[in-house]
């Protein structure tokens, strides 16, 4: 149980850094994960982190309610091959990366499409800026980002300009 333990702990933070970044690699940096309660379950191939869970690594910070790691049983020989999914989840996630912080219900990182989804009231603030949506796409082959609303809701930005020096 020691040794199935430590591995979902390393596949979750090997995936979890590479989920979050474009840009500069912080994959071969300390992790640090805290919760008040983690349970594995082997059946269900998935590991969960309850109660008040931060994960930073390097200037990536992440916070929750809960963090669920999905993982395959066949995931080979290398630590970190076998997640499939992580979803941090609770009443606020938030994701604070260099100047840039995004909050909302839900964050889902699918390994596979190599794809981070954000829901749920999504704002997202950068300095002076805010952008404010339903669901926040991050493609983390492509970099794209996308920003989008449901219902009569629409995707809404507020730009604040620096003043000039005189």
């Known amino acids: 149980m020691g040794r199935i333990l ?3 702990l390393m596949m979750c933070v090997a995936q979890t850094a590479h989920a979050q970044v474009k840009g500069p690699s912080i994959r071969d940096k300390p992790v640090d994960v805290q919760a008040d309660k983690l349970e594995v379950d ?5 590991a969960t982190f309850s109660g008040n869970v931060r994960v930073e690594q390097a200037n990536l910070r992440l916070a929750a309610d809960k963090l669920t790691v999905y993982y395959a049983a066949d995931g080979g020989n290398e630590v970190g091959q076998a997640v499939r ?3 941090a989840d609770g009443e606020a996630v938030t994701v604070v990366y260099a100047k840039d912080t ?3 219900k839900q964050a889902v990182y699918d390994v596979e499409k190599s794809e981070v989804v954000l829901d749920g009231g999504v704002v997202l603030v950068r300095g002076g800026n805010t952008l404010k949506g339903d669901k ?3 493609n983390l082959t492509t970099g ?3 920003l989008l609303s449901s219902g009569s809701q629409r995707v809404r930005a507020q730009f604040t300009p620096k003043a000039s020096k005189k």
Do not use: C, D, N, R
């Open 102 to 104: 995004a909050t909302g």
């Open 136 to 138: 926040l796409v991050f």
């Open 85 to 87: 999914k992580i979803v």
């Open 144 to 146: 794209k980002v996308s």
């Open 6 to 8: 430590l591995m979902v």
């Open 42 to 46: 082997q059946e269900k191939q998935e």
